[in-house]
Nanobody
Framework: VQLQASGGGLVQPGSSLRLSCAAS????????VAWFRQVPGMDRNFVAA????????YYADAVKGRFTISRDNARNTVYLQMNSLTPEDTAVYYC???????????????????WGQGTLVTVSS
């Protein structure tokens, strides 16, 4: 599976962005898809995931209520809608997928074999 992340950019605090993760060579609807983010020099942290079964969503506490992950099966794309952005959301955002992710490990980057290239989100006034 090849993943292409896009949609990042420079926005002001309080703004919104929608990131896209488009897939080729595989069907995202059958796999768990997650977003992680990484600040240079820091660990890559879990942001959100949509589980392969039933499409259930999971979020990190830092983004709960502000971010929404969704799936468009027709476009084979997963989105991350980010609202009320703050400077603390500044990072490179990566999407990842794997057909074998289990519920207990969906927030662990080691559970995902396939990664997009990352898209930079900068929140600054």
């Amino acid at each position: 599976v090849q993943l292409q992340a896009s949609g990042g950019g420079l926005v002001q605090p309080g703004s919104s962005l929608r990131l896209s993760c488009a897939a080729s060579g595989g069907t995202l609807s059958r796999q768990t898809v997650a977003w992680f983010r990484q600040v240079p020099g820091m660990d890559r942290n879990f942001v959100a995931a949509i589980f392969r079964s039933y499409g259930r969503e999971y979020y990190a506490d830092a983004v709960k209520g502000r971010f929404t992950i969704s799936r468009d099966n027709a476009r084979n794309t997963v989105y991350l809608q980010m609202n009320s952005l703050t400077p603390e959301d500044t990072a490179v955002y990566y999407c990842a997928t794997d057909p074998s992710v289990i519920m207990s490990s969906l927030a662990s980057q080691t559970a995902y074999a396939y990664w997009g290239q990352g898209t930079l989100v900068t929140v600054s006034s």
